[in-house]
């Protein structure tokens, strides 16, 4: 697996520069450990100890041993002469520095200032030079090295946008790392807590009558909030939904420790026998409590709706961002939301189930499609139709069946018939 060293520029005395948004070496290591949870599965990330500072150590001869490290990325602020730190409506953007001549360190740095730049924030420029003693040590031993200057801090336009995106780029970053070495975002034999639902409400509601035929009209009415409530969070509600038949069996309480009108359908808070669990006062907040606890087992992000779920501190944040790690016995660090043995499979066969209903509605949308010619080796491929959906790869030069399009944030997006996601049209040629 490849391995980076991830270092939080100054401090150990030295708060690198200052505005009235803070010291750089404080935001430094903010973002600096919010990279290093983000980046969890197929690269191993490595944090240079945070109350010391590397430029002061190497000085004395006290180096990390680069060479251990197939990437070094150390994370910094920017400053600069006319500060602007109450904002004057323009960004002055992200870059950073790498060592003149160095063509992988150039990569590094391009993956990971496109990233941020995607998210709706300005380039500054990646500089190139030979004057920084932990650059050119890397340099000298043939490792990539990046020095990212994420936002100026003496710059309120950029300080406002970063505080409100920390977490989204954090994620940009961890991602361009792994653009980068040229791993995948995420396992593809695991399925991701994060991201949109596949299943739609038709669907699930046609389960749930087929496997309960009892089933309350009430529990009917609120399978649409696991979809919206997960929306909101960005965590797959279909997912959640599963979770709840297993918790319920199927909704019919039967064996449970909670009844209906508790309106916890996920087992909250009953973490041994005879307990009766948490309760909350309508359907929907129930869900939302559930997706909350589903989201801080996925990621490291913030929530968008104030916190309702009684249990959110309790979890290690970003543990389980996958179903199958959501069982402790099948979660590589010994946590998550179950003891029993194979919990995430056992939700996830209650999903294979769903996925193969055919709805009436869905089988009657007429789909009307069409041939693109793709020409152009970085058109990326979006999970969704819009600039705010991660992209999973660039799509091969060729040709492309399109079955639906969507205009957002500029671009008329078309959906890959393969599946793989959406392109923006705007630099594919019709055929
Ligand atoms: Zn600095």
Known sequence: MKKILIIAGHGEGDPGAVSKWGQEADLARELTNLIYHSIGANVNAELYDTSKDCYQQSKRGNRPRYEKYDAVLEIHFNAKVNKDEWGDGRFTGTGG??????????QLGEKIVQNIEALGFKRWQ?????????????????????????????????????????SAISKAVADGVKDFFGVSKSDPNLTALEGQAILSAAQMSAYLKAVNSNASASVLKMI?????????????????FCQSCLETGN??????????????????GVTSNGMKGNSFSTPQLGIRAQIQHLKAYANTQDLVNTCIDPRFKYVQRGCAPYVEWLGIQENPSGRGWASGAEYGEKILDIYKKILLIKTATEETQPIKTFLVRVSIPDLRIRTGAGLKYPYVGYCPIGVYTIVDTVTADGYTWGELKSGAGWIALEYAEKI
């Not at 520095?97 to 150039?106: C, K, P």
């Not at 990646?126 to 003496?154: H, Q, R, W």
């Not at 909704?251 to 909250?268: P, R």
């Open 251 to 268: 909704f019919t309480f039967e064996g449970s420790a909670v009844t209906l009108d508790q309106n916890n359908f996920c087992g909250m």
């Open 126 to 166: 990646i500089v190139k030079g030979d004057n920084l003693l932990n650059m050119n040590n890397c340099y000298s031993l043939g490792v990539p090295y990046f020095l990212l200057e994420t936002a100026f801090i003496d710059d309120g336009d950029d300080m406002t946008w970063y505080n409100a995106h920390k």
């Open 97 to 106: 520095y790498i060592h003149t001549g160095a063509a992988q360190s150039e």
């Open 224 to 240: 649409p909030y696991y979809l919206s409530e997960g929306e909101t969070e960005g965590i797959r509600g279909d997912l959640a």
